[in-house]
């Protein structure tokens, strides 16, 4: 049988037990699909996996804002990063919205009508360079945290999908077709228009702390402060040399899509660990089979891949969050 996996083989979603197992029973309830890949695919590293799911679940699904504008700013970012199943997944779910009409223009590669939309969506497209996307905000200052949450958990998404998924969202790519994107839209419409209490994924993690400062007050900044603690593990995989690489190079991205070779990238043969966290990072969808089985030693499970990719991922998402951190701390001195 045909799977989404590329380069692991996560265990059946049937099989999961302890934490993974209560993060697939909070999918099936709050997203609709309990046996998403997308999450499935991070299920070898329980802790990335539960607080990739609260950040997605504590700021899209239950945080401030409105559920369409949302999910037009996770659109923006995926477009920006280049995940077409990020793209045609937030298309599905703008149809279970009930935005039918967004949905197909946005399939179609036009843009919205309404213009508070186009604002949104450019946002989180512009979100990709760090700072670029800060300002104003298209949406009220009050939603931000619902906002900045998405965009950032979906910066994330989008490298982990782009680098261990396929591009297939359904088997044969039918997604494409208007009739079956907004079948599959109204067949979780329940599930994404009933309100959601805050807080539920905060049960999934270890502690996690307060957050960032732009999410003060809210269950969107432990969330946050999760992902980073559990991605975190990931430099592990790496030398002190291989992590200095990575941070200088991250610290110098502009937003770009790089080259398909750039003077940074380290060969796979003598850097391939340092090689595969910065390709998760710039550019996810150029990983190969190469690549992995390079770096791939007895001791580099499923898991460690995971989190290699993860760490990587969210030295992206880092990169881009601190501009929205340095304004919070900006406004409030």
């Known amino acids: 049988m045909s799977t989404p996996f590329r380069f692991t083989e996560p265990l059946p979603p049937g099989a999961a037990t302890g934490r993974v197992a209560e993060v697939y029973g909070q999918l099936a309830r709050d997203f609709g699909v309990d046996r998403a890949p997308t999450f499935v695919v991070l299920s070898s590293a329980p802790n990335v996996l539960a607080a990739a799911w609260a950040l997605v679940r504590e700021s899209l699904i239950a945080g401030p ?9 996770a659109y923006g970012v995926s477009r920006a990063n280049k995940c077409p199943f990020c793209v045609d997944a937030h298309t599905v779910l703008l149809h279970a919205t009930g935005d039918h009409a967004l949905a197909e223009r946005l399939a179609r590669g036009e843009q919205p009508e309404n213009a508070r939309h186009a ?6 497209r512009h979100t990709r360079v ?3 996307g800060l300002m104003p905000y298209p949406f009220p200052p009050e939603h931000a945290p619902g906002y900045i949450g998405t965009a ?4 994330f998404v989008n490298r982990v999908v782009s680098a261990l998924l396929t591009e297939r969202l359904l088997p044969g790519n039918v997604q494409r077709w208007r009739p079956v994107r907004s079948l599959a839209g109204r067949s979780i419409a329940g599930t994404v228009r009933r309100p959601a209490v805050p807080g539920a994924a905060l049960a999934l993690l270890d502690d996690p702390g307060p957050g960032p400062a732009w999410a003060a007050g809210t269950t969107v900044g432990p969330a946050y402060a999760a992902l980073r603690a559990a991605t975190a593990a990931g430099a592990g ?7 200095a690489l990575v941070r200088e190079a991250l610290w110098d991205w502009d937003g770009s899509h790089p080259p398909l070779s750039w003077a ?16 998760a990072a710039l550019a996810p969808y150029r990983i190969t ?4 089985t390079a770096w791939r030693r007895p001791e580099h499970t499923d898991g460690s891949l995971v989190r290699l990719v993860a760490h990587g991922a969210f030295a992206a998402v880092d990169r881009v969050e601190s501009a929205f951190t340095l304004h919070a701390a900006r406004e409030g001195a």
Do not use: I, M, N, Y
């Not at 604002?119 to 989180?124: D, I, S």
């Not at 089979?289 to 992995?292: C, H, K, L, Q, S």
């Open 237 to 243: 995989l790496l030398d002190t040399d291989d992590q």
């Open 264 to 279: 940074g990238l380290p060969d796979r043969r003598e850097r391939p660990g340092a090689r595969l966290v910065l390709l």
């Open 65 to 73: 804002g409105s559920r369409t504008g949302k999910e037009l700013a």
């Open 130 to 132: 760090p700072g670029a």
């Open 152 to 155: 950032l958990a979906f910066h």
């Open 289 to 292: 089979r190469e690549d992995v």
């Open 119 to 124: 604002r949104v969506l450019a946002w989180g």
